[in-house]
């Protein structure tokens, strides 16, 4: 009987993301996504990016419609090089990530630290209905 070898869904995912990455030395997108985690508290909302290499006047945070936008620019040397690998984005990006929970913008903080963008999006009270 003959001996029946599948791949697993991870060499896939490997092997499409080689090509990808082949593909973009040829083609530049206008931006790109940086990684993201997104996560809920008690008390907040917490998006967190990772964009080492930058500084924090090179942000741009807003809210808008129950989305809240990451943007920036992060800057390449200027120096030409021959690389053997690239992996490091450069250049524009953005993260949008849709809030679905109702927050205090207005108390809303980012801090930038150890290449980590967090954004903290207190929750909103509830409404205090007074009869």
Not at 1 to 10: A, D
Not at 87 to 107: H, L, R, S, W, Y
């Amino acid at each position: 009987m003959p001996t029946v070898i599948r791949k697993s869904r991870g060499s896939l995912v490997n092997i499409r993301r080689d090509i990808l990455q082949a593909v973009s030395w040829r083609v530049r997108s206008h931006g790109w996504s940086p990684p993201t985690d997104v996560y809920e508290t008690a008390d907040a909302y917490v998006a967190r990016v990772e964009v080492a290499g930058m500084r924090e006047e090179d942000f741009e945070v807003a809210f808008e419609k129950d989305h809240l936008i990451i943007s920036g620019l992060r800057s390449d040397l200027a120096e030409r090089r021959a690389y053997h690998q690239m992996e490091i984005q450069f250049g524009k990006f953005t993260a949008v990530v849709g809030v679905p929970v109702p927050v205090d913008v207005e108390n809303a903080r980012a801090e930038y630290k150890d290449g980590f963008l967090t954004v903290t999006l207190p929750k909103s009270k509830p409404s205090q209905v007074k009869v």
